[in-house]
T-cell receptor, first 113, second 110 residues
Framework: GAGVSQSPSNKVTEKGKDVELRCDPI?????LYWYRQSLGQGLEFLIY????????KSGLPSDRFSAERTGGSVSTLTIQRTQQEDSAVYLC???????????FGPGTRLTVT | KNEVEQSPQNLTAQEGEFITINCSYS?????LHWLQQHPGGGIVSLFM???GKKKHGRLIATINIQEKHSSLHITASHPRDSAVYIC????????????FGTGTRLTIIP
């Protein structure tokens, strides 16, 4: 079956531009996580969606970052006014509710020039 | 101090050797996860455990809740085991967001 997919796989953008990153979780997975992997910070949590509950946004590094999940499936992570320190691989993961076992997507490599 | 610490940071071994990677954590957890990341590749979940021991093929994961310590063992290591192994913890049932260790880069030499 299909795994978690993310698009684009690579994104190069100029400092100050907005970017949107997309995640398609595994069908039926109600839990969706965004993480970021950067050279300086390693892997870190960004945001968590579970069904219709309010998302856990506690990992978002600044108000330039936002995310939404439409219809309980696809999620979009938006970074406004990108900065060079936003350069990283953005990873999405999904899981069945109460399972905890996470399936990771291939990631989007974001480079801000 | 990081909530999740791994050792060693780098490990090089000969094919066939028994490998141990350690993970210590300092917070209460709902589960501990072991993940694998091949160079240039995505992340794969290997184990999720909250007590005892789990085995999958040549990989074994153990956890000691009282000591807040987990180990990942690889028996009869093979060059294809070369990857970064990452320990992570989730702290709440129902919100399994992960806090990650810095990873152990394993290289198995033929």
């Amino acid at each position: 079956g299909a795994g978690v997919s993310q698009s684009p796989s690579n994104k190069v953008t100029e400092k100050g531009k907005d970017v949107e990153l997309r995640c398609d979780p595994i069908s039926g997975h109600t839990a969706l996580y965004w993480y970021r992997q950067s050279l300086g910070q390693g892997l870190e949590f960004l945001i968590y969606f579970q069904g219709n509950s309010a998302p856990d946004k506690s990992g978002l590094p600044s108000d330039r970052f936002s995310a939404e999940r439409t219809g309980g499936s696809v999620s979009t992570l938006t970074i406004q006014r990108t900065q060079q320190e936003d350069s990283a691989v953005y990873l999405c993961a999904s899981s069945l509710v109460l399972s905890g076992w996470q399936y990771f997507g291939p990631g989007t490599r974001l480079t801000v020039t | 101090k990081n909530e999740v610490e791994q050792s060693p940071q780098n490990l090089t071994a000969q094919e066939g050797e028994f490998i141990t990677i350690n993970c210590s954590y300092s917070v209460g957890i709902s589960a501990l996860h072991w993940l694998q990341q091949h160079p240039g590749g995505g992340i794969v979940s290997l184990f999720m455990l909250s007590s005892g021991k789990k085995k999958h093929g040549r990989l074994i994961a153990t956890i000691n809740i009282q000591e807040k310590h987990s180990s990942l063992h690889i028996t009869a290591s093979h060059p294809r085991d070369s990857a970064v192994y990452i320990c992570a913890v989730s702290r709440n049932f129902g919100n399994e967001k992960l806090t990650f260790g810095t990873g152990t880069r394993l290289t198995i030499i033929p």
